[in-house]
Structures are given as structure tokens and as C-alpha cells.
């Protein structure tokens, strides 16, 4: 690990709380082995990265089942210096939460799956990061299966711009605010994220740059991070647009502390559904006489989580679509849901 990482100073601050974070935490390991819900915390930028530790290492740690890893901060903050680094971690199952970095480092992200498809989201209030050029070329040599554009805002991105399984993905500011729990179907197969604090509005986070008066609440953003540690997939969550020299009250260091744990809160809880055993799901067909298909929704038997088989020109390509209750109960009403119509619209 020292090849890759440097100490952090906050790790010699005093944490004596033995409930806390700063506790608990393990710093700096010799040695990292696969565990069930390890995550490991890699700081890039190293004056970002210590001074939302400082807040994160305060914050309790009433996990039973997570093992937390503190990296420290790289050596080296050239972004092609992370690629090997992440592809180890990510051949390990580790989750990885980075602090610190740049839309940069996000380029970075995304080649170290390369060698695997992936489901993508960005939490950003105009696309920036989505829609900048070199995002969008790695995007695409990629071939990644789904990319999501979440809470983003109708009077910053036209609609001409989602598209196609974009379009299908998304989850706009206002539909979140209406019915958040639909969101968690959308990101219950992500493995690679960038959160971006321009989402959050500016009230929430006072002195950072970029940030607008509407946005996210502290709590809305709370809870799309416990959504992405519920999922079932190993995934990297890139934290971006925090800059000490504007945060002159730490709230905004304090947000993001609040967001990593509510992330391993959604990490703690997690449960496995396995849609390959029959007796763990129950299956419900529904003949829709209106657009003449038949789809069949599983329920997990172990978390009440939905799914609904998507067929395919072959059997062997059939995939399960993650989706809620509510798009089981329209389509038993003669009703395809958005999310169902445009996926079988692709």
C-alpha cells in the first residue's frame, strides 16, 4: 500500500470516542483481503480529502456487518495513476468511496471497468460531467449497458439531450421529489457513480461553487446514497465539487461526511436477492390484452424487492429490469409503466 498511498495527518488527531468513526475505522491496512461489504476510502486531492475526514471520523458507527478501510491519500494525482490501482480493488469486491477527485479522476473510473459492462449514474443538476466530450467518448468505447442522469433539473438540460436508454434512465429533481422510493429501482444495478454537490441546492451547502437555488435537500441526497449501498453490486461513488477554501463552517465537509454514511448505512442493511433459485422468488404473469405481451414480475422472497423478465431475440439475452410494486400493480391494470414501455421500446 505505501507504493500507492501516503498517511493521512488526520489519522493522528484524536478520536476517542469508541462509537465513532475515527475509531473504528481501519487506517492505513498492510493488508487488504476480500471480506463481505468491505469499502475502502481513497483520498486524491490530500487538503479535500482530510477535511471531510475530519468530519466523517466523527460521525457514529453503529454498523454490524461493513469493514471500513481508510487508504489514505494517493501519491500521485495524475488520473491514469489510479486505473491499475482501481481495477485491483474492483477484481477484489471491494466497494470504493473517492474523495478529493475531479470529473478527471471520473475518466479514470470508468476505464478501470473497461473490461466489463457497467451500469453508470451521475447525480448532477445540469449533465456537465455526463455531457462532456471525453466522458462521453469512454462512455462509448466502453459499450456500457446503462448510464443515468439523476436529479437532474428540466430548465437545465433539454430534453433533446436524453435520448434512447438515457431517456429511459433518468429520474429528474421534480419526479424524485414526488415519489423518491421510485428511484431506488434505478439504482439498485449501479456499480460506478459521481455525485456531484451542484445537485444539492445552495442552502444546504452555503459558499461552494456552482451550487443553485434549487436542488436536492441534505435528506433527499441522504437517501439516494443509502439506495446505492442497498444495490446488490459492487460499485466505485466518486464525491465531487467540494472545496474547503469556500466551506468557511465545514457544513459542506459535514454534508459529505453525511453522505458516505448513509451510503454504509445502505451497505449495512443490504440484502442479497438471488434471482437464479426459484423458491427464493414468487412469480406473477401478467397477460396484457392491450399491447398483446405477457411479462412475468419476480418478487424476492428475502427483501420484497421487483424485477420483470425483458425478453429478448434469445433466451440466454432475457434480462431482469429492476422495477417497484407500482409498475406490477399498472400492468395487472392493462398498464405498461414509463420504465417497463421504454425498455421494451430500445
Known amino acids: 500500500m505505501k507504493n500507492w498511498f501516503k498517511e493521512s ?4 488527531e484524536n478520536f476517542d470516542d469508541k462509537l465513532s468513526i475515527g475509531y473504528k475505522i481501519e487506517k492505513f491496512p498492510k493488508n487488504l483481503k476480500e471480506k463481505t461489504n468491505s469499502v475502502v476510502v481513497i483520498g486524491i486531492d490530500e487538503n479535500i480529502s482530510d477535511s471531510i475526514r475530519r468530519e466523517f471520523y466523527k460521525t457514529s458507527h453503529p454498523f454490524e456487518r461493513v469493514q471500513i478501510y481508510d487508504l489514505g491519500n494517493i501519491r500521485n494525482e ?3 495513476f489510479l486505473i491499475s490501482l482501481l481495477k485491483e480493488l474492483i477484481d477484489i469486491n471491494v466497494h470504493i468511496i473517492l474523495i478529493g477527485g475531479t470529473k478527471k479522476h471520473f475518466t479514470t473510473q470508468l476505464k ?3 473490461h466489463q459492462k457497467n451500469n453508470i449514474a451521475f447525480f448532477e443538476k445540469s449533465g456537465s460531467i455526463l455531457f462532456d466530450n471525453d466522458i462521453q467518448e469512454t462512455i462509448k468505447n466502453n459499450k456500457t449497458n ?4 439523476i436529479a437532474y433539473q428540466s430548465h437545465l438540460v433539454h430534453k433533446e439531450k436524453l435520448k434512447g436508454n438515457l431517456a429511459n434512465n433518468s429520474m429528474r429533481l421534480g419526479e424524485i421529489r414526488n415519489n423518491k422510493t421510485e428511484l ?9 457513480s459521481i455525485f456531484n454537490l451542484d445537485c444539492i441546492r445552495y442552502s444546504e451547502v452555503p459558499g461552494l461553487k456552482n451550487t443553485s437555488p434549487s436542488g436536492l435537500t441534505s435528506e433527499e441526497a441522504c437517501q439516494i446514497m443509502r439506495y446505492l449501498g442497498l444495490n446488490n453490486r459492487s460499485n466505485i461513488v466518486n464525491i465531487v465539487g467540494y472545496n474547503p477554501k469556500f466551506d468557511f463552517n465545514n457544513q459542506a465537509a459535514m454534508l459529505v461526511s453525511q453522505l458516505i454514511w448513509y451510503y454504509l448505512g ?13 423458491n427464493s422468488l414468487t412469480k406473477y ?12 414480475f419476480f418478487q424476492s422472497k428475502k427483501s420484497g424487492r421487483w424485477w420483470v423478465k425483458i425478453p429478448q431475440e434469445t433466451e440466454e ?3 431482469y429490469l429492476p422495477c417497484s410494486e407500482e409498475d406490477y400493480v399498472k400492468s395487472i391494470n392493462n398498464e405498461l409503466s414509463a420504465r417497463i414501455f421504454n425498455e421494451l421500446s430500445l
Do not use: C, Q, W
Open 112 to 114: 478501470s471497468l473497461s
Open 184 to 192: 431506488e429501482p434505478l439504482l439498485r444495478n449501479v456499480e460506478s
Open 317 to 319: 439475452e432475457n434480462y
Open 9 to 12: 495527518d488526520v489519522f493522528y
Open 285 to 296: 404473469i401478467v397477460e396484457l390484452s392491450e399491447y398483446n405481451i405477457s411479462l412475468h
Open 78 to 80: 495524475n488520473p491514469e
Open 146 to 149: 446503462k448510464v443515468k442522469l
Open 266 to 278: 445502505g451497505l449495512d442493511d443490504m440484502i442479497l436477492d438471488d434471482l437464479t433459485t426459484a
